[in-house]
């Protein structure tokens, strides 16, 4: 039996949790503290944390500065989206594939899908650059999603292939002997089984389509009404000074639709990362 805890070590245990939220919630919290503290506070000498008739005019504000706000919003959550689906629709069936056929070089063709991840965006630019130039894809949303997924389906398909394979095999060899075919297993029996699995996939596909939006946006898009919202940011930064209570309001507003995707699909999200942690 696994001994119980002492007292000093469930206190040390507890304080290295509460040293390391504190340093994951930090910047959090300082920044939505920021978001309320009128701009002439934030230079104030000695600086205060705490805000001194704190408000939300900054939310309320933001959207006069930078009047296309909105459309940055619409246009990260409509990006990612996107790769979003793109990514699931290529992921599903492929990571089907490597859980249960057995052909020649699926583990070579998987060491490169890990390699893949081990490049930088920034590293491939000047090539991705030329491909969409050569697209006619520069300055539309393609120029950003098609990247996007090319990027986040390696992974992807490492993550669900691995729940895939946690699946009996014998629920396929059951339908085929009743006549089913492939797709038709895939579609009736995998899936059903296999949704926590793809629905973590979408929900880290799209936390890192939202986050990988700037390099992309940034070099590939100069048209206002393409533009995400980690670019259109830049917007606050005057020739003479950063609003930066705006801009952190901007930038908490900017995140709801990510929090709002994990709120909603947490227990598909949990049930999916702990999956195969207990064999079976």
Do not use: C, H
Not at 127 to 150: C, D, E, K, S
């Amino acid at each position: 039996m696994i001994d119980r805890y002492q007292w000093y070590e469930v206190v040390a245990l507890y304080a290295g949790i509460a040293v390391f939220l504190f340093f994951v919630l930090a910047p959090f919290i300082e920044g939505f503290l920021v978001s309320l503290k009128p701009l002439a506070q934030l230079f104030s000498t000695p600086y205060s944390f705490i805000p001194k008739n704190g408000s939300f005019d900054a939310y309320f504000n933001m959207w006069n500065s930078v009047p296309l706000l909105g459309l940055y919003i619409f246009n990260s959550f409509f990006i990612s989206t996107i790769v979003t689906l793109i990514v699931v629709a290529v992921v599903v069936p492929a990571a089907y594939a490597f859980a249960r056929f057995n052909f020649a070089g699926a583990g070579l063709l998987l060491g490169m899908f890990l390699a893949v991840n081990m490049f930088s965006g920034a590293v491939l630019l000047i090539p991705l650059f030329r491909l969409m130039r050569g697209l006619g894809l520069l300055n539309t949303y393609f120029a950003m999603i098609v990247p996007g997924a090319a990027f986040l389906i390696p992974s992807s398909i490492w993550l669900l292939r691995t729940y895939m394979l946690r699946i009996p095999r014998e629920l396929d060899e059951a339908a085929w002997v009743d006549g089913a075919s492939r797709l038709y297993t895939l579609r009736r029996v995998i899936l059903p089984l296999a949704m926590p699995g793809i629905v973590v996939v979408a929900i880290m596909t799209f936390i890192g389509a939202y986050a990988q939006q700037f390099i992309f946006a940034l070099t590939f898009n100069s048209k206002s009404e393409f533009m995400p919202l980690p670019v259109g940011l830049f917007a606050f930064f005057g020739k003479q000074e950063v609003q930066w209570n705006e801009l952190m309001a901007a930038s908490f507003v900017g995140i709801l639709p990510v929090m709002v995707v994990i709120v909603f699909l947490q227990r598909y999200l949990v049930a999916g990362l702990t999956a195969g942690a207990v064999k079976q």
